[in-house]
């Protein structure tokens, strides 16, 4: 069984806000004891943040649902409910979050401690002391709570590396990165052995350390998706080096040369920048070809013959693209909340209202309450929908939904 995902759905929800209460205190002369019902608490929003302490999506293979808590529930006394927890979900490093539907991109949550919000939390909906004023001096309705955001995610990681080692099918990625590393690939001797990436942590004599990953091989059309090399390609792009392994005693006699030619075409069909990136070639698996006329580095794994020169060259390259590419501070982004009213034509000709307040003034009432109405429609005139719907060319008896709630527009007289 795989311990490795790198690519996987998620769902977040929000949680849902606490409804407002509708209580009244008992005083004497005050009309039904005065309002005293407090506010809800809102619900617990969902944060994704990267963590390097986690090695994978592993953990929303088999279990992708996230949710917030709930806000408490107002009560009497203007006793106001308590709020929803937070939850933070963490990611690894190099979490690519795309729109599930669409596929774009939404954030990058690239260094340790990177956080987004996925998904907002309902706000408390108020008590009924809340709309206490000089004509109406009772009210008898309260908000309800609103309901948390509820999004699918698709999260895709790329792994995080000083270098990534490239090379075809068993090519001797894996012997190498095990040769160097702690990391304890599965070796065998036939293609497509590697169906995961290997990440192996290389410290030198004057404790300088870099990351290699050891990527499944790639073959001709692997950027078209031929093979497995499409889903894996995605990993080198964060490599700030590359190692390019040819092997010097190819079971299918395609030279080093034509391996080369074969691996930076489909590299640069990928991602062309990844051609610009700075790349130490080798061939690999010397010990089996004792006389060869390759022209650089070799490296046998097995023999460890050329490993320390191979690992010195990587180093340098390695310092000086650390140098060009210094390191971010962790970011929070949120994602703003669309507060403007806008209005759109739906197929059937009715008209659709779209904005958090305005679809706050309904969802929240309720509107069988004859004073909750008033206050919905009110709002809804202080947000600036009649003026919209008029500019928009609603005519008389059109259909106008807002949300669930839907009613045929009216001019006020």
Same mark, same amino acid.
């Given at each position: 069984m795989s311990n490795f995902v790198d690519e996987c759905n998620i769902n977040v929800k929000g949680g849902d806000g606490g409804a407002g209460c509708v209580a009244f205190r008992r005083e004497a002369h005050v009309a039904k004891g005065g309002p005293d019902g407090g506010d809800g608490g809102d619900g617990g929003s969902i944060w994704l943040v990267a963590d390097r302490n986690v090695a994978s999506l592993l953990a929303f293979?088999?279990?992708?649902?996230?949710?917030?808590?709930?806000?408490?529930?107002?009560?009497?006394?203007?006793?106001?409910?308590?709020?929803?927890?937070?939850?933070?979900?963490?990611?690894?490093?190099?979490?690519?979050v795309l729109d599930h539907a669409s596929r774009e991109p939404l954030v990058d949550l690239l260094h340790h401690g990177d956080r987004w919000l996925a998904a907002q939390a309902g706000e408390g909906g108020r008590g009924n002391a809340r709309f206490l004023s000089n004509k109406r001096r009772a009210p008898s309705f309260a908000e309800q709570g609103e309901h948390g955001e509820e999004r699918w995610l698709r999260l895709e990681l790329k792994l995080m590396a000083d270098v990534a080692i490239v090379g075809f099918p068993n090519v001797g990625k894996s012997t190498f990165i095990s040769s160097v590393s702690a990391a304890k690939p599965k070796i065998a001797n036939y293609p497509f052995t590697t169906l995961e990436p290997n990440l192996g942590v290389v410290r030198m004599d004057d404790k300088f350390e870099m990351v290699l990953a050891d990527i499944p091989g790639l073959i001709e059309g692997a950027a078209e998706g031929k093979g497995l090399g499409h889903q894996f390609l995605r990993h080198v792009e964060? #490599?700030?080096?590359?190692?390019? !392994?040819? *092997? =010097?005693?190819?079971?299918?006699?395609?030279?080093?040369?034509?391996?080369?030619?074969?691996?930076?075409?489909?590299?640069?069909?990928?991602?062309?920048?990844?051609?610009?990136r700075p790349r130490l070639v080798v061939g690999s698996r010397a010990d089996l070809v004792p006389e060869h006329d390759f022209d650089g580095l070799v490296v046998s794994s097995v023999t460890r013959a050329g490993v320390p020169q191979v690992l010195g060259a990587l180093t340098e390259l390695v310092r000086e693209a650390r140098l060009n590419t210094p390191e971010e501070e962790a970011v929070t982004i949120h994602r703003p909340v669309g507060s403007?009213?806008?209005?759109?034509?739906?197929?059937?000709?009715?008209?659709?209202?779209?904005?958090?307040? #305005?679809?706050?003034?309904?969802? !929240?009432? *309720? =509107?069988?309450?004859?004073e909750a109405l008033e206050f919905a429609q009110q709002r809804l005139t202080q947000l600036g929908v009649d003026a919209a719907l008029r500019r928009a060319g609603v005519q008389f008896g059109d259909t106008v939904h807002i949300g669930d709630f839907s009613f045929d527009y009216e001019e006020d007289e």
């Open positions: 293979r088999d279990h992708p649902h996230r949710k917030g808590d709930n806000g408490s529930h107002g009560s009497g006394g203007n006793r106001h409910g308590a709020r929803g927890r937070d939850l933070e979900v963490k990611v690894p490093e190099g979490t690519v964060r #490599a700030r080096v590359l190692l390019v !392994l040819l *092997d =010097l005693a190819p079971w299918d006699g395609v030279t080093p040369q034509e391996q080369l030619d074969v691996l930076l075409a489909e590299l640069g069909s990928y991602r062309p920048d990844l051609l610009d403007e009213v806008s209005i759109g034509r739906l197929d059937d000709g009715s008209w659709n209202v779209v904005g958090r307040a #305005a679809l706050r003034a309904v969802a !929240l009432s *309720d =509107l069988t309450n004859e």
